[in-house]
């Protein structure tokens, strides 16, 4: 029984791979570094159409990774946490996408930022998160654009 439901998920992957090199954006978002093809395929099932979107932070409150300020009178909160109000499987792929491509070969420019914001004294958590919001600025633009990733060296 085990051997015909790993069968089965063999055949699902197989479909899952063919249905998304259809796709323009697969290849667009596979473009950039620590991003392979099951953290792709996921990215573009949970986003669907860019052009819903008008802005990145529309984008970014849709992951649930923007930060929510507490503010009541005069009083503003100075440990804010982000909203986790979006898809909680994007917000997990997206995590784990930035997290490869810190630990492999990946964006010099994105593993520049976290060192930067752990330079800053932000704790590793709170880097990942401002890599994350990065990335899908990143994935914003190149969608809109049609363009695939340039490493800017």
């Known amino acids: 029984m085990l051997l015909h439901y790993r069968e089965h998920l063999t055949a699902?992957?197989?479909?899952?791979?063919?249905l998304a090199n259809e796709l323009e954006e697969y290849k667009?978002?596979?473009?950039?570094?620590g991003i392979g093809e099951k953290i792709a395929a996921t990215i573009i099932s949970e986003i669907?159409?860019?052009?819903?979107?008008?802005?990145?932070?529309k984008l970014v409150a849709?992951?649930?990774?923007?930060?929510?300020?507490?503010?009541?009178?005069?009083?503003?909160?100075?440990?804010n946490r982000i909203t986790k109000r979006g898809s909680s499987r994007l917000?997990?792929?997206?995590?784990?996408?930035?997290?490869?491509?810190l630990r492999r070969t990946g964006s010099k420019?994105?593993?520049?930022?976290?060192?930067k914001k752990m330079a800053e004294g932000k704790p590793h958590k709170v880097a990942m998160i401002a890599c994350v919001n990065r990335l899908l600025h990143w994935i914003f633009a190149?969608?809109?654009?049609?363009?695939?990733?340039?490493?800017?060296?």
């Open 12 to 18: 699902l992957e197989k479909q899952i791979d063919a």
């Open 28 to 33: 667009i978002i596979q473009s950039i570094p």
């Open 48 to 57: 669907g159409e860019i052009d819903r979107f008008h802005h990145p932070k």
């Open 62 to 79: 849709f992951a649930g990774v923007d930060p929510s300020v507490h503010i009541s009178g005069k009083f503003t909160a100075t440990i």
């Open 91 to 101: 917000r997990h792929t997206l995590f784990l996408a930035v997290l490869c491509s």
């Open 109 to 115: 420019t994105l593993k520049a930022y976290y060192d």
């Open 142 to 153: 190149l969608l809109k654009r049609k363009e695939t990733f340039v490493e800017l060296a």
